[in-house]
C-alpha cells in the first residue's frame, strides 16, 4: 500500500470537486489532489452534451463537456494534481478522531493511503432505482434510470431502446426525452406522481412540449409486462394519497421503462465517517463554507443537496475550496459561534443547515431553499432571526424545481451575534 | 446418435447438485436446461434458509432430507467456495396463542432428531435481537439453522460437476421425454441456433432424471404418466439496503400457520435484509410479477416481526414460485415426490420440490444416487473425481494487504466496476471465464454481486456491457438481461462520420 499525504484532497472530480480543488490552490493550499473513479474528469457533465451550463459563471451558454473541460484546464493551470479511475473505499479516521487517512485503489497505483490536512467530499449523487419504488409487474430487460440511459446514448452510442415511457418528470426525464427523439426513438408518454412538473421549467418548454410529448401528470406507473424485454406498462391516476384511481388503468405498449425519479447524495462514505447527515436532505449538516460536523472534512455539490444548476454548484465549491484551504493552511477564524437555519413555512429544507458567525465579506455566504409546494403567484420569502425580519424578498412564483438562493449580508452580524436562529418562510404576498 | 448414461432435467439446486453427485462415477451425464444460466428457476428466488428441520411432519421424505441435507451443508459449502452462515433461526411468538404453538413446533423437531433447538422467552428473544417486536412473549430458537447463497451453490455445483466431466446445455428446452415401450429412450429438445431458428432433436439416454422444478408434471405427463399436479404458489419480496443489516442479525420467523411458514424478516448472506414471502395460489407457472397488494401484506407482515423496518432502505422487489403439488394429485402427501415410477424402466422424477428444498437438495441428490443404484445403474466411482471447484477471489472480502497482491497481480482488480457492492473488471472478467461463463447480465450479477446494490446496476450496466462485450467476443447488441429476447440495449446511435 502507498501512503502519500497532500493539504487538500477532493473526493470526485466533477463541477464541484474540480472548483474546490482550483479555488484551494488559489488560496494558498500547496498540495491539492483531487480522486476521481471515472476514466476522465468532469463528473455527470461529460454525459449532458445538451447546452444550458454556466450562463452565470462564464457567462456564456455552454454544454456540460465544454463546461467541464474549463474548470479541468484551471484546476491543472493552477497546480492541481488528479488522479482518475481511482475510487476512494474508506475514510478512516484516528482513535482521536483528528486525523483522517483516506484509503483508495486504482489499477495503475495500486492500494493507496492518503492522509491530507483537509479532505473536500464531491461524490455528487446517484439516481434512485426501480427498487426503491417497488414499482409493481415483471422484471424485463428495458428498464432503466434516465442518467443510465443517457450514458448508453451518449458516451457509449447505444440506444436503450426504441419505445419508451418515461416515469418521473425530472431534468434528466426531460433532457433524454428529447435526445431519444432525437435518434429516432419514440417517446409514448412521461408520466409524473405529482400534479405538477419536478424539473425546470425550461426542460419542460424545450425538451417535453416542443416535442409534443404526451406528459401525464398525478399519474404513475401501476404494472409493468413483459417476460424478457418490457412489452408494456399500465398508467393510472392517483389521487391525493398517490393511490392509483380504479378504472384509469392504461395500457401503453412500449419496450423501455426511464425512471427520472430523484437523485440520492452519495455519502455512504462521509456516513462512515462519522459525518453528521441531515435525513431531510440526505447529504451532510453544513456551514456556509460547506465545513461538515467532522473538523476538517468540507462538503459541495450535489453531495450536500442535490442543485439543478451547476453554477450554484460551483459557487458552493468555491466557498467550500476556499475554507479547505483555510483549514490547510491553519488561518480559519478560531472563535465563531454558530447558528442554527430553520425551514419554516412551506419550505422544504435550506442549505447551509447552520451559520458560522461572524459573516466575513471576502467569504460570501448563501442561504439555498426549496420550497414544498409549489406557488403559481407572487409570494415572500421572509428570513427572520428570532422573529426579527432581516430580508423580506418578493418572488413571482416559487417551484420545488428551482432552488431560491438568499445572500447573507456581513452588515447583519451584530443583530445576528443575540440571535439564536434563522428561519426562512415562503408565503402568498 | 450420442447416447448418455443420465439425462438430468433442470439445472436448479436440485439438478445441480444430482448432477454433481453422479459426477463421481465413470458415466456419462447430461445436464440442460432451457434458461441461459443454471439456477434461474425457483432457485434464483427463494428465502435462502438452510431450515433446522422442525417444520416437516415426522417420517415424511421432506422431514429426513432436511435434516440430513442441513448436516451436509458445511462440508459441501467448503468444498465448493459458497458462503454459508449458521447463524441460527427464531420462530418468533406474539401472542400466548402463539406461545403454544412454539411448543409443538419443538416437539415436532425432537421427533425429526433436530439437534440444538431452545425455548427462550421473550425478554432473551430481545436481548439477541433488540429490533424484534416488543409482543414477543418466547421463541423457539434453532441453532442449526443458517443462511446461504443459493444460486451461488447451484452454480458452484454445477461448476463442479462440468469440471469433473458432466455435460451442460443450456437454452435447451426439453419438449418431452421419449419413450419405447416400457422403456425410456431419451428426450427430444428444442434449442434456439444462432439466427433465431428452432432446432428439434433427440438426445438417448439409459437414464432421465426429473429435476425441473414447477415444470416436473408436464415433462412426466409427456412420458405418458400422470399422477403429479404442481401448482404454483407465489412468494413475494422486498430487499433492503446493507444499512438495516444492523437491524437484523439472524432469521426470524413469525408463528407458522396450516398453509406457509409466514413472512419473515432475515438477513442475506451478503449482507441485505430480506422481508417476505407471502402465499398466493396462482395458475401461470411463469408469472413471477410482484403485486401491490402482495408486496403491502409483506411490509405488513414483516413490521409485526420488526416494527422498525424502515421503507427508504427497500432497494428491489422480486417473487419467487413454490412448485407446490395441487390438493386434488393421485398421491398428494404433501411430502417430495422423489421416485423410480413403476410404470417404467428409466426415469427417475424429483416432484414438488417445494420448501425446504434448498436445504435438502445435498441430501437429495444422495438419495437420487441411491435410487438409481437401487434401480440397477451401475456406478462405478471414478479416482480422479474432485469435489471442489476453482473459487475466484472476491476483492471485497480480502484485507488490504490481499487487495494490493490482488491488483498487483492484475492491475483489472484495481477497477471498481460497481461501487456499491465494490466489484472489480478483474472479477467480471473471471466471471466470463469461469467453467459455467457468465453470458447475461443476471449471471454475472449472480456471481459477483454485480448490481446488487443500493444503485441497482446504475452505474455499472453501461461498463459491464463493454467489459462483458470484449471478454465473450459478442456485440454489445447480443448482450442480454436473462437471454432469449431480454436484450440490453436495440442499435447504435446514428453513425457519426
Ligand atoms: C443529467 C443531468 C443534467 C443536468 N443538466 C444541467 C443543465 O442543463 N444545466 C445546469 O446548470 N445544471 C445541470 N445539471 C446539474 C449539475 O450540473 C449537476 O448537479 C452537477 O454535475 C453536480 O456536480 P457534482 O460535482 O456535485 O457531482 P457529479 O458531477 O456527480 O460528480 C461527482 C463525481 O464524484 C465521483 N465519485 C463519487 N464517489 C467517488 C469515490 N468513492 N471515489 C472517487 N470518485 C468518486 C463520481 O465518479 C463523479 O465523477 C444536470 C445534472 C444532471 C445529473
Ligand atoms: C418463495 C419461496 C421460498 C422458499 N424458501 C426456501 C428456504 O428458505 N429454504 C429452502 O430450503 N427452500 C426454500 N424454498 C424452496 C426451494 O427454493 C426449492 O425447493 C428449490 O429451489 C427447488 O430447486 P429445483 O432445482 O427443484 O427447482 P428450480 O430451481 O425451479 O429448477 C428447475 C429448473 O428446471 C428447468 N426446466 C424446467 N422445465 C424444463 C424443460 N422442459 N427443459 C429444460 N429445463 C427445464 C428450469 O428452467 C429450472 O432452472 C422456497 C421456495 C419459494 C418459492
Redesign the pocket.
Known sequence: MRNLRCDVLV???????LAAAYQARECGARDVLV????AEL????P??I????GVRVFQSDLT?PEYVARWARMAAEAGVRTLTR????AIESSPDGARRRVI?TSGADGMLAIEPTALVL????RERPRGALAIPGLRPAGVYTA?TA?RLVNIEGYMPGERHVILGSG??GM?MARRLTLEGARVEAMCEILPYVSGLRRNLVQCVMDYDIPLHLSTTVIDVAGRERVESVTIAQVDAAWRPIAGTERVLPCDTLLLSVG?IP?NE?SRAAGVMIDPVTGGPVVDQAGATSVPGVYA????VH??????D?TAS?LRAGRSAAGCACCTLLAESCELPVTAGENVHHVVPQRVRLPLVPEEGATLELRVRQPVEKAVRVRLSADGDVLLNKRLRYVRPSEMIGLALQPEWNERLTSAGGLQVDVEEA | MTSYDVIVIGAGVVGSMIARALARYRLRTLLLDKAADVGEGTTKANTAIVHAGYDAKPGTLKARLNLAGNAQYDRVCSELGVEFDRCGTYVVAASAEERISLDELYARGRQNGVPGMTLIDGAEMRRREPSVTPQAVGALYAATGGIVDPFGLCIAAAECAVLNGVELALETEVTGIVREGRRVAGVEIRKQMPGGNLAVQKLASRWVVIAAGLWADDLLHSAGLDGLSITPRKGEYYVLDRVAAGQVHTVLFPCPTAFSKGILVTRTIHGNVMLGPNSVSISDKDDLACTREGLDEVMQGALKLVPGLDRRQIIRTFAGLRATQRPTGRSNTGDFVIEVPREVDGLLLCGAIESPGLAAAPAIAAYVVDLLRGAGLTLVERPDYDPTRPVQPRFSHLSREEQQALIARDPRHGNIVC?CETVTEGEIVAACHAPIPARTYDALKRRTRLGTGRCQGGFDTPLAIEIMARELGVSPLDLTLKGGGSRLVTRQTKAVA
Open positions: 473526493i470526485g472530480s466533477g463541477p464541484a470537486g480522486i476521481e473513479r471515472n468532469g463528473g455527470i457533465l454525459q449532458c445538451h447546452n444550458g451550463f456540460g481511482t475510487m476512494v473505499l483508495a464531491a461524490m455528487g449523487c442518467g443517457q431534468d434528466i433532457i437523485l452519495e462514505l459541495a455539490g450535489n453531495v442535490v442543485y439543478d444548476l451547476v453554477d454548484v465549491a | 461501487r
